[in-house]
């Protein structure tokens, strides 16, 4: 069934063209990522999607009967609303429902207007619903349902534009970035979630691992062409190098024949032929083939950066605090050279604060921390560059730096790096305001690298990158010989750049990880769940302050756990049952269904049991 229809796009801005004439469909159950360069047209393609913006020529077109949702970029909020009215605010009848029976639960003396909203949940079978509703909020940290929107930070409002979407079971989901501002625990349930729920998506997304888990089909914007991958990220890399070598091939028989015709034309043959005319005007589409050069660039530094002496950057008996709120605890470290390292931990356990106390930006409550004479810091932050009226990406960069040294007396220009970093000699004329978003986050971390930094920290370096940049990054980053620090959601990028973890748990506690993510990721699900979260903090002060209750920290996270489960479980005996309503079913599919279904009403009643036993223990 196709849901969406783009035929013959194109799109220019003055001189500049995007694309042209380019087509693509969508069909139900597809899950496609979108992957192009910064400044090629993704978000541009997103907002005609969404209706923000218009093609030059073309048509795009939707099925009449379908339900569609968009995840733009920067989501645009009634400031004077609160999380809760938003959401109420869409176009979803069962959300009225759902509120209209929560209202109802408020006023026990009004049975009539109970039973109403009691049977309206029944007809909308929003039972399931509402306990969805309530799982998105929750994975996405927006319990606070009457916190305004006035009051949210960029993140909580993507996090609550996410929701919105999820909420609105849409049949086509359109997804600009959906990981930006989302902690590693975030993005593995919504990949989990995507797995499990029917929704069709089209996204673009820089994030290879959720590319990886979460895409059946991949296509590609690359130098003005469309390209379709029927296969996620690992198939995807595959082809799409297999198609660059056959282009490589074709284009250099081309040259052959190009040098052929070549001396063919400047001989100038007299005779006007049908023959020769049809050849001289394939001469044209040989040429062009033949010089045809993609902007690849493979980066191999060998660095002279300034040397690092024996003492690089030592932390003694550090503790930071807001108030309540802790965020070193006596942390004590020494760097060594060479030291490549990543920081991961839930928004809010101060990953950023720590950086500004490392580069001298923040100072400790207590403690030390000694910086190397040598050492000099390149700082990447997640605000960005202040963009200049009239300034040229070229001038950006030599602000900060003509070039970088090179081992055996070479180096690298300003112009070379931007080049390096897919800027062409034409772009670096372009005025900085001209540049997409992502395309100014590289800029940034070009005039980061250019001061030739021997200690680099990166934060959220990832944020708006394209793939093929995050590729050039990374390649610099293995040829780059001094300190790295790197704090970043995206874990195909940790993987390749870091050789251990600082993982932040939260109320002071820094685990030093002896690996990269999936090797942490391995370790955590090995281990039981031990967490030190606000939210568990908010249960061990509950449970300090309820000691008469007999219930331990670790029986009191198992109750609620089961109260978890038990909505989970639920909402999966209720997929199961109505699967049953299926005339067509053959009898070893209903015995299949039917083990299932049993399994799961066993866990269930395994987990009513335990949850009265423990339930009995508040009572005693």
């Given amino acids: 069934m196709n849901y969406l229809t783009v035929e013959n796009i194109s799109k ?29 047209g993704k978000t541009s393609i997103l907002n005609m999607l969404s209706g923000d913006d218009e093609a030059d020529s073309g048509t795009i077109t939707y099925r009449n009967d379908i339900v569609v949702s968009f995840l733009s970029q920067d989501p645009k909020f009634d400031k004077t609303l609160t999380i809760e009215e938003t959401i109420l605010a869409s176009d979803n009848p069962i959300l009225k429902v759902i509120s209209n029976y929560e209202k109802a639960l408020l006023n026990p003396d009004d049975s009539d207007t109970y039973q109403k909203a009691f049977e309206a949940m029944e007809q909308h079978e929003a039972w399931d619903f509402e306990t969805l509703y309530k799982q998105i909020l929750f994975k996405l940290k927006l319990e606070d349902l009457s916190q305004k929107i006035s009051t949210l930070s960029g993140g909580q409002k993507k996090r609550l534009a996410l929701a919105n979407a999820l909420i609105n079971k849409p049949d086509l989901l359109i997804l600009d970035e959906p990981t ?82 070549l001396t063919w034309m400047r001989r100038q043959p007299k005779a006007r032929t049908t023959k020769s005319k049809s050849r001289i005007n394939d001469f044209a589409d040989i040429k062009h083939r033949a010089h045809q050069r993609r902007n690849d660039h493979e980066v191999q530094l060998e660095l002279n950066m300034e040397r690092l002496g024996s003492k690089i950057l030592e932390f003694h008996k ?13 942390f004590n470290y020494m760097f060594q050279k060479g030291e490549r390292v990543g920081i991961i931990g839930k928004n809010g356990t101060g990953k950023t604060t720590f950086l500004n106390i490392l580069t001298e930006t923040a100072k400790p409550d207590s403690g030390k921390v000694i910086k190397g004479d040598t050492i000099k810091f390149g700082y990447y932050t997640q605000n960005g560059i202040a963009i200049k009226p009239e300034q040229k990406v070229i001038d950006v960069i030599r602000e900060f730096g003509d070039y970088i040294p090179l081992k055996k007396g070479k180096q690298i220009s300003a112009q070379q790096l931007l080049e390096r970093f897919l800027f062409s000699r034409k772009k670096q004329y372009d005025f900085v305001e001209k540049l997409s978003g992502g395309e100014r986050k590289r800029l940034y971390l070009c005039t980061v690298l250019i001061q030739n930094p021997n200690f680099l920290i ?8 394209d793939i093929v940049t995050l590729n050039v990054l990374e390649s610099f980053l293995l040829d780059f010989p001094g300190c790295v620090i790197v704090v970043s959601h995206d874990r195909y990028f ?13 109320e002071g506690v820094v685990e030093d990880f002896p690996g990269n993510y999936t090797d942490y990721r391995v370790y955590e699900d090995s281990q039981p769940v031990i ?12 449970w300090k302050q309820n000691d008469a209750k007999k219930l331990s920290y670790n029986e009191e996270k198992e109750l609620k756990n089961i109260e978890s489960k ?29 083990e299932e279904l049993q399994k799961i009403i066993n866990t269930m009643d395994a987990k009513e049991e335990r949850w009265f036993e423990l339930s009995s223990k508040l009572e005693e």
Avoid at 318 to 330: E, Q, R
Avoid at 531 to 542: L, P, Q, R, V
């Fill in 458 to 465: 990166l934060d959220e370096p990832t944020n708006d990158l």
């Fill in 494 to 506: 940790m993987d390749k750049v870091v050789d251990h973890l600082f993982v932040f748990k939260g």
């Fill in 180 to 261: 930006n501002h989302l902690d590693l625990e975030m993005i593995e349930w919504l990949e989990a979630f995507f797995a499990k729920e029917n929704i069709t998506l089209f996204m673009v997304t820089h994030d290879r691992y959720f590319l990886e888990r979460v895409c059946n089909e991949i296509i590609e914007l690359d130098e003005g062409q469309l390209y379709s991958y029927k296969g996620n990220y690992s198939y995807y890399l595959e082809k799409r190098e297999a198609r660059i070598e056959l282009e490589a091939t074709e284009t250099g028989k081309a040259k052959q024949l190009f040098k052929k015709e």
């Fill in 531 to 542: 967490s030190n979260t606000s939210e568990d903090k908010k249960e061990k002060t509950s």
């Fill in 12 to 40: 220019s801005y003055g001189e500049l063209t995007l694309f042209e004439n380019i087509s693509f469909s969508v069909h139900k159950d597809q899950k496609i990522a979108f992957v192009a360069k910064n400044g090629t």
């Fill in 566 to 594: 038990l909505k989970s479980l639920t909402f999966d005996k209720k997929e199961i049952e109505n699967k049953f309503n299926n005339p067509d079913l053959s009898q070893d599919e209903i015995n299949t269904l039917s």
């Fill in 318 to 330: 550090v503790s930071k605090a807001f108030k309540d709120k802790v965020i070193l605890d006596g």
